[in-house]
């Protein structure tokens, strides 16, 4: 990246949208409390989530390679992009704005309606599930009602974190990124432990070889892990320095989320055999088959016992793991809502839903519709699976993954919309090369999200074509063997549906349009 001079500059500019009208009052409510270490605890909380972790692993040792092709082909781009970005235009709504400046508010407003919704479907989906498996594999089980009160519980106490003002809610993000970082080096340590004890299961040099089975299966967890660079942007009026501190946060950011992704992977396949590696338990797996260093056995069949201090630490783990969860989820919600809340207040959604409270300084309106969004997610995805746990994870984090997706596909080719047309924006970071780098580096990210959104949608694409090897229905996941229909189904309705619903938000703005004039 090529550093220029900073800027004092008001935020809200010429090159900016005009949301005065309507938006000028809710600024003021806004607290500049976010400093430069808030920004980089945010962005490791957002970019290390530990529902993936297991799904990588269960790839085998090919996921450590395509982790580090995609890291310099995808990751690095990506990062490059959003420093831009982030510092040339750091107004809150951050993405929103970007897309609106380039391709108008009907297509940043739906576009951010996909972004936005996401968040719901990730809390009431894979998040919520694997803090559920992680209580009954650790605690006590769940049956019945008693399902449905713990998922619940789960979502509210995320929605009570995300209201509060930025001055409390920034401590959600250092408590997670903390939590992280104790967690996933606890486990490293204990893995040693373990190898030194039982020894490790032998990794075959042949099984780090990348297959394009391996990376269609791969690419759309791998990639999902390694975006949320532009988080902190929606929230760039509440920050001290967002033109110095988003580009910063980044660099160090991203390389700290290397390591705490490679390091637990890695642990996961020297412990675990690669029959028992599972998408949704891998981790939770690994984790206790490790701690039986400090007290526990493992019977004949796999079956893993945890007693005395082993169970202790498989205890504490475990409610670690389920505070990571949670804080990912409050993490994106911060962001994601307030750049939908900048939506409304443009004409872009529904006025009301623009609103920031007075007390918190927050789009708390945006909030509560997110929880019951997630709410009615999670009862009706449960009792769609039957309470299969495998069926509801791997549906609800494959439309995840696809709704973000989307919305980078709009999102990313700003970069070199921008360039072009704003090229006289101050840019105290800038993608080098010129309107050609930008071009490349739009492109490469745009491609990569795209190529994720048509996998996702039709696992094994490509798969067996020009003589690759494979068969296209062994990418579906686990839980959908067989069941190609329904898989698509799961994600295509859906997605159908938010574009609907998008839409339907950018007639209900049509007030604050004519007033915008």
């Known amino acids: 990246m090529t550093h220029a001079p900073t800027t004092s500059a008001h935020p809200q500019g010429p090159d900016t949208p005009d949301l005065s009208a309507g938006w000028g009052e809710q600024r003021t409510r806004l607290r500049k409390d976010l400093r430069r270490l808030?920004?980089?605890?945010?962005?490791?909380?957002?970019?290390?989530?530990?529902?993936?972790?297991?799904?990588?692993?269960?790839?085998?040792?090919?996921?450590?390679?395509?982790?580090?092709?995609?890291?310099?082909?995808f990751f690095l781009p990506y990062g490059l992009l959003v420093a831009e970005l982030g510092a040339a235009f750091p107004v809150q709504g951050g993405p929103y704005v970007w897309t609106r400046l380039a391709f108008g508010r009907l297509t940043a407003g739906v576009n951010q309606l996909l972004y936005w919704i996401s968040n719901p479907v990730w809390v009431g989906g894979s998040l919520c599930i694997i803090a559920l498996t992680t209580w009954e594999g650790f605690f006590t089980p769940l049956p019945g009602v008693w399902k449905y009160v713990a998922g619940f519980v789960f979502i509210w106490g995320g929605a009570l974190a995300v209201v509060q003002s930025v001055r409390i809610g920034?401590?959600?993000?250092?408590?997670?990124?903390?939590?992280?970082?104790?967690?996933?080096?606890?486990?490293?340590?204990?893995?040693?432990?373990?190898?030194?004890?039982?020894?490790?299961?032998?990794?075959?040099?042949?099984?780090?070889?990348?297959?394009?089975?391996?990376?269609?299966a791969l690419v759309p967890v791998l990639i999902f892990n390694y975006v949320g660079f532009e988080l902190p942007s929606s929230a760039a009026e509440e920050m001290r320095n967002p033109r110095r501190d988003i580009p910063l946060s980044i660099l160090r950011s991203g390389l700290a989320a290397l390591v705490l992704y490679g390091g637990p992977i890695l642990g996961i396949l020297f412990v675990l055999p690669g029959e028992r590696i599972g998408s949704l338990g891998g981790f939770i797996d690994a984790c206790k088959a490790v701690f039986t260093v400090y007290g526990g056995s493992i019977a004949a069949d796999g079956t893993?016992?945890?007693?005395?201090?082993?169970?202790?630490?498989?205890?504490?783990?475990?409610?670690?793991?389920?505070?990571?969860?949670?804080?990912?989820?409050?993490?994106?919600?911060?962001?994601?809502?307030?750049?939908?809340?900048?939506?409304?207040?443009?004409?872009?959604?529904?006025?009301?839903?623009?609103?920031?409270?007075?007390?918190?300084?927050?789009?708390?309106?945006?909030?509560?519709?997110?929880?019951?969004?997630?709410?009615?997610?999670?009862?009706?995805?449960?009792?769609?699976?039957?309470?299969?746990?495998?069926?509801?994870?791997?549906?609800?984090?494959?439309?995840?993954?696809?709704?973000?997706?989307?919305?980078y596909?709009?999102?990313?080719?700003?970069?070199?919309?921008?360039?072009?047309?704003?090229?006289?924006?101050?840019?105290?970071?800038?993608?080098?090369?010129?309107?050609?780098?930008?071009?490349?580096?739009?492109?490469?990210?745009?491609?990569?999200?795209?190529?994720?959104?048509?996998?996702?949608?039709w696992p094994g694409?490509?798969?067996?074509?020009?003589?690759?090897?494979?068969?296209?229905?062994?990418?579906?996941?686990?839980?959908?063997?067989?069941?190609?229909?329904?898989?698509?189904?799961?994600?295509?309705?859906?997605?159908?549906?938010?574009?609907?619903?998008?839409?339907?938000?950018?007639?209900?703005?049509?007030?604050?349009?004519?007033?915008?004039?």
């Open 38 to 73: 808030d920004v980089l605890f945010f962005l490791i909380c957002t970019l290390v989530g530990l529902d993936t972790i297991g799904s990588v692993a269960a790839q085998g040792p090919q996921g450590l390679t395509w982790m580090a092709i995609l890291a310099l082909a």
């Open 170 to 216: 920034k401590w959600v993000p250092i408590a997670g990124a903390v939590a992280r970082v104790v967690l996933l080096g606890f486990f490293l340590v204990s893995v040693v432990v373990y190898a030194v004890r039982n020894g490790v299961h032998a990794l075959p040099a042949g099984g780090f070889t990348p297959t394009y089975a391996g990376f269609v």
């Open 304 to 407: 893993v016992t945890l007693t005395g201090f082993g169970s202790v630490c498989g205890g504490i783990a475990a409610a670690g793991l389920i505070v990571g969860l949670l804080t990912s989820g409050v993490t994106w919600a911060m962001g994601a809502h307030r750049a939908q809340a900048v939506a409304c207040a443009d004409g872009a959604g529904p006025a009301w839903l623009g609103r920031i409270s007075a007390k918190h300084g927050t789009p708390v309106r945006v909030n509560l519709l997110s929880a019951v969004l997630a709410s009615a997610l999670f009862v009706t995805a449960l009792n769609l699976t039957g309470g299969d746990g495998e069926k509801y994870f791997a549906a609800g984090l494959g439309l995840t993954i696809c709704t973000t997706f989307i919305s």
């Open 409 to 457: 596909v709009i999102t990313f080719p700003s970069l070199a919309v921008l360039r072009r047309k704003h090229p006289d924006v101050p840019r105290p970071y800038a993608v080098p090369g010129g309107l050609l780098g930008a071009r490349l580096i739009s492109g490469l990210a745009t491609a990569f999200v795209a190529f994720t959104v048509v996998v996702l949608i």
């Open 461 to 517: 694409f490509g798969v067996g074509w020009f003589g690759t090897g494979g068969n296209p229905a062994d990418s579906l996941p686990q839980s959908f063997a067989g069941q190609r229909a329904a898989y698509t189904l799961s994600q295509v309705v859906p997605l159908v549906l938010f574009v609907v619903i998008g839409l339907g938000f950018y007639v209900a703005g049509a007030r604050t349009r004519r007033e915008k004039g």
